[in-house]
């Protein structure tokens, strides 16, 4: 098991890991923000950003995939402002107006344009390749120690690692701004805090943690991060500072529980093949929200009924 | 766009119904729909629920899976198009009902409980549709095309049950237009006038989930939510009226179901849904530009002649005050209506529009000091004269202890 487990299984499990963490990082605070779906509008329109990239650079290399779905991400936000004060129309329907149409655009221009010899389709942004991504140069637990193996490590694990440190980061040393603004935005800007600099900000490194987990594990996964753990803990506990840390527990069960799941699920009913792993990592993350949901201590609204 | 590859001919016949027997029926179908979805769609935007019907699209990928599962396992042609949508239905309605229940009985707010349904539902759906990928191998299930809507191919009988279906929304909606429309603009008086809001509500989400449903075939179950608030949206821009906003909603979306169908059977290899999609939101885009009153070019056109009124108003006043006038626009807005000479010398006409501005400027000083909590004096803009916001009695009244503060002035002065 252990040579064969290093093999296939540990990387995707490490980068199914470390994607649900980037995404529950900020999904805390958006959730807290009524700004909830805004993963939602993000996940779609990577797409025709990822498709455009292709076709003015012609490949799949990873740094314009990322540009273009960062564009993409930033047009989507710009144009839903837009929407919204030209036409005096409420946020979440202009979201819904342009996220559509930016994910129709996508899908249409991607089946205009000839890309049949490279891999590059809807399924496949829905879904993701986590059971691809494996470590062909390990030999056994042996290889974490071995430069020449670590070098073959898919390229996406440390582009997530990296993103998900660097989120840590900014929301330990943003922390207070943070808390404040979004618990409080009115207070937070008589203190002198950039309050619209803070939620554009908190915007632009959700698009950055999407676009880096939709990169390796499509955008099911990243809807679902954003949401379930940090909607979980918020049932769990009262206090933000244990609602992040919450968060980032039920988004790591999520991912092994579900990559694993899916993996070896089958086997015990006597399939052979595998199931998504994407889509089971996001239906843990629900079951895990559904059981908070029922008997979670902190699950009421302050002075709701106990019936 | 790359439309340029299939004929315009192929388009047109399309559109007359020419392209065959089943792209008629399902251009029809499509239109209908989204006659349906548009209206129908305008109570969930007035309700402010738009996203709800994302959920409830998402949600419709696990029953898809397990209709087709079951069906298979009672020995049935898993591929039939009335049971896929009935298994959609019911997982469609089970979605909805965890939205409200999460939204109603957790402290969660209703944009998450949205979120963590359509996500969950769907990654679910996606479990589902591997299991069945490794069971049928070598036969195609065909269930992919619920994600993203494919009308090629589809058989008669399909397109008759989504051409009924879009039938039977609009009847839905004719009969339910008028509680629904109550609803939605004022719960508290429909709630008044004895109604029973949450059935009616409750009514309006089936529709929703009815129109949702028989869309997914034609539209796909990720961009189907688009049938439902593009054109609400798109018709709120041209009316103030909530039922011409639905009959608009209504007409923008069968528009598009329509013209979009025959495009896409006209290009066989254009999915159909991107297209209704990208043609609504066209038909967005053209009324955010041309709409009278919400329109981007009605507001340009409005703030331009505010302006002009404004620096028309000034440049009067400077002339009455003998003050020099440099601002370019206010000297051409004077010499245009001939109020100024070249010179910038005031025209007889000139003198006498200035002499009436600031008689009004004044008069709106004293009634401003005598009215000062009174909302008439909040009239003022320095724009409206008046007379247009005073009656005779008050304007006598107020030249009166204008004339009485003048002649203390002078006798100050002698």
């Known amino acids: 098991m252990g040579a064969e487990f290093v093999q296939l299984s540990l990387t995707p499990i490490l980068i199914g890991v470390l994607s649900a963490?980037?995404?529950?990082?900020p999904g805390n605070f958006l959730i807290l923000r009524r700004q909830a779906l805004i993963g939602d509008a993000i996940?779609?329109?990577?797409?025709?950003?990822i498709v455009?990239?292709?076709?003015?650079t012609g490949s799949l290399a990873s740094l314009p995939m990322l540009l273009g779905a960062a564009g993409a991400a930033l047009v989507a936000v710009v144009l839903i402002e837009t929407v919204r004060r030209l036409g005096r129309i409420e946020p979440g329907a202009a979201m819904g107006v342009v996220f559509t149409a930016m994910f129709a655009g996508g899908v249409l221009l991607l089946e205009q344009s000839d890309t049949s010899g490279?891999?590059?389709?809807?399924?496949h942004a829905l879904m993701g390749n986590l059971e691809s991504l494996i470590w062909f140069d390990a030999t056994g637990w042996g290889s974490l120690l071995d430069p020449a193996a670590l070098a073959g490590l898919p390229p996406e694990l440390p582009r997530i690692a990296l993103v998900a440190a660097v989120?840590?980061?900014?929301m330990l040393v943003l922390w207070r701004p943070l808390k404040l603004s979004t618990f409080d935005e009115g207070f937070a800007a008589t203190l002198g805090l950039p309050v619209r600099l803070i939620g554009l900000g908190l915007v632009a490194a959700s698009a950055v943690a999407a676009v880096a987990a939709f990169d390796a594990v499509g955008s099911i996964i990243v809807i679902a991060m954003f949401i379930c753990p940090p909607a979980t803990a918020r049932l769990v506990t009262e206090r933000l500072e244990r609602q992040v840390a919450w968060s980032t527990v039920f988004a790591a069960l999520s991912a092994v529980l579900g990559y694993v799941l899916a993996g070896y699920g089958p086997q015990w009913f006597g399939a052979i093949n595998a199931v998504s792993a994407a889509g089971m990592i996001a239906t843990v993350s629900g079951v895990i929200l559904a059981i908070a949901c029922?008997?979670?201590p902190h699950r009421r609204r302050v002075g709701q009924p106990m019936a | 766009m790359p439309m340029s590859s299939p004929p315009l001919e192929a388009f047109v016949s399309a559109l007359l119904l020419q392209a065959g027997y089943n792209a008629a029926l399902v251009a029809i179908g499509a239109g209908l729909l989204g006659i349906a979805a548009g209206a129908g769609g305008t109570f969930l935007f007035l309700r402010k629920r738009a996203l709800v019907s994302d959920a409830i699209a998402h949600a419709t990928l696990p029953g898809v899976g397990i209709a087709f599962l079951v069906m298979v396992g009672l020995g049935l042609d898993g591929r039939s198009l009335v049971g896929l949508l009935a298994g959609s239905a019911l997982s469609a309605a089970l979605g909805l009902l965890c939205v409200e229940w999460i939204t109603r009985r957790t402290r969660l707010a209703e944009d998450t409980a949205i979120g963590a349904v359509l996500s969950v539902f769907f990654g679910f759906g996606i479990v589902l549709l591997t299991v069945i990928q490794t069971l049928s191998q070598g036969r195609q299930a065909g269930l992919e095309g619920f994600l993203l809507g494919s009308t090629a191919g589809m058989l008669y009988s399909d397109a008759m049950v989504i051409a009924l279906g879009g039938v039977l929304a609009v009847l839905a909606l004719v009969a339910l237009r008028r509680p629904m429309t109550l609803v939605s603009f004022d719960p508290g008086f429909a709630a008044a006038l004895g109604l029973n809001t949450r059935r009616i509500d409750l009514a309006m989400m089936l529709l929703v989930l009815a129109v949702t449903v028989t869309g997914l075939k034609i539209v796909g179950l990720v961009l189907v939510v688009a049938l439902l608030i593009i054109p609400p949206v798109a018709a709120r821009l041209w009316s103030e009226r909530t039922d011409h906003v639905v009959l608009i909603a209504g007409a923008i979306g069968g528009v598009s179901g329509y013209a979009g169908a025959a495009m896409s059977a006209a290009a066989p290899g254009l999915p159909t849904g991107p297209i209704i999609v990208l043609v609504a939101f066209s038909l967005f885009l053209l009324s955010l530009a041309f709409a009278p009153g919400r329109g981007v070019l009605a507001a340009a056109i409005r703030h331009r002649r505010f302006q002009l009124r404004l620096h028309r108003r000034q440049g009067l006043l400077s002339l009455a005050r003998g003050e020099p006038i440099f601002d370019p626009l206010t000297l051409k807005?004077?010499?245009?209506?001939g109020l100024i000479r070249p010179d910038r010398v005031p025209t007889e006409a000139g003198r006498i529009e200035a002499g009436r501005a600031l008689v009004d400027e004044r008069r709106f000083e004293v009634a401003r000091r005598i009215h000062r909590d009174d909302p008439l004096s909040h009239r003022y803009d320095g724009l409206t004269p008046i007379t247009a916001v005073m009656t005779g009695d008050e304007i006598a009244e107020i030249d009166r202890m204008l004339a009485a503060s003048a002649m203390l002035r002078r006798g100050e002065g002698s």
């Open chain 1, 52 to 56: 455009v990239a292709f076709l003015v």
């Open chain 1, 43 to 49: 996940s779609h329109v990577v797409l025709p950003g």
């Open chain 1, 21 to 25: 963490i980037a995404c529950a990082l």
């Open chain 1, 294 to 296: 029922l008997f979670a």
């Open chain 1, 118 to 123: 490279v891999h590059l389709d809807v399924e």
């Open chain 2, 333 to 337: 807005v004077l010499r245009r209506e």
């Open chain 1, 167 to 170: 989120m840590t980061m900014l």
